[in-house]
T-cell receptor, first 112, second 117 residues
Framework: GEDVEQSLFLSVREGDSSVINCTYT??????LYWYKQEPGAGLQLLTY?????DMKQDQRLTVLLNKKDKHLSLRIADTQTGDSAIYFC????????????FGSGTRLLVRP | EAGVVQSPRYKIIEKKQPVAFWCNPI?????LYWYRQNLGQGPELLIR????????DSQLPKDRFSAERLKGVDSTLKIQPAELGDSAVYLC???????????????FGPGTRLTVL
């Protein structure tokens, strides 16, 4: 079945780059997403990448996709304390359905 | 433009009591989703509506959970009776399905945090 895995925790110093990794299993996924969740809030869509791309850049965010290894990463340049949150990777469900399959989230802590 | 609105934000009830959550999607979004997020996990889909039709409710525990989306706009998710294991955050999301598209971008509300005692 489909599964999305992420590391649980990442700690970086303010101003450094953060790299959050994700692996997924469904090779038919059309889009892969990164969401951000701050305490007590819903999920905020950060960015997404189409499966036929290998990189997408959006201001401080860079998404890299290795479709062969089913590996997705999110790089945040010049990480700020406001970036501290939980980051979720998500893929489409089987048969590219509208169902999103989420990982368990990576908690990013940015130290001053 | 207003985002997805949910209420209440927090709810504490005793087990065996009923509870209901309300969601108002982004204006013009015809697809609405209810997710449950357990502590320390990602959201899991409970039910998806396209307009007023529930097109995927395979993950909804139908013995105690019910949902409706009358008139294809607002939606209500109900649990009756609630159990201790239902404690979670219930998230509503909406999207605008594109013609011929194979996926859509989902926008989430702030969620309702349910605690069952």
């Amino acid at each position: 079945g489909e599964d999305v895995e992420q590391s649980l925790f990442l700690s970086v110093r303010e101003g450094d780059s953060s790299v959050i990794n994700c692996t997924y299993t469904d090779s038919s996924s059309t889009y892969l997403y990164w969401y951000k969740q701050e305490p007590g809030a819903g999920l905020q869509l950060l960015t997404y990448i189409f499966s036929n791309m290998d990189m997408k850049q959006d201001q401080r965010l860079t998404v890299l996709l290795n479709k062969k290894d089913k590996h997705l990463s999110l790089r945040i340049a010049d990480t700020q304390t406001g970036d501290s949150a939980i980051y979720f990777c998500a893929e489409n469900g089987p048969d590219s359905s509208y169902k999103l399959i989420f990982g368990s989230g990576t908690r990013l802590l940015v130290r001053p | 433009e207003a985002g997805v609105v949910q209420s209440p934000r927090y709810k504490i009830i005793e087990k065996k009591q009923p509870v209901a959550f309300w969601c108002n999607p982004i204006s013009g979004h015809n697809t609405l989703y209810w997710y449950r997020q357990n502590l320390g996990q990602g959201p899991e889909l409970l039910i998806r509506y396209e307009n007023e039709e529930a097109v995927d409710d395979s993950q909804l525990p139908k013995d105690r959970f019910s949902a409706e989306r009358l008139k294809g706009v607002d939606s209500t998710l109900k649990i009756q009776p609630a159990e201790l294991g239902d404690s979670a955050v219930y998230l509503c999301a909406s999207s605008q399905r594109t013609s011929g598209g194979r996926t859509d971008t989902q926008y989430f509300g702030p969620g309702t945090r349910l605690t069952v005692l």
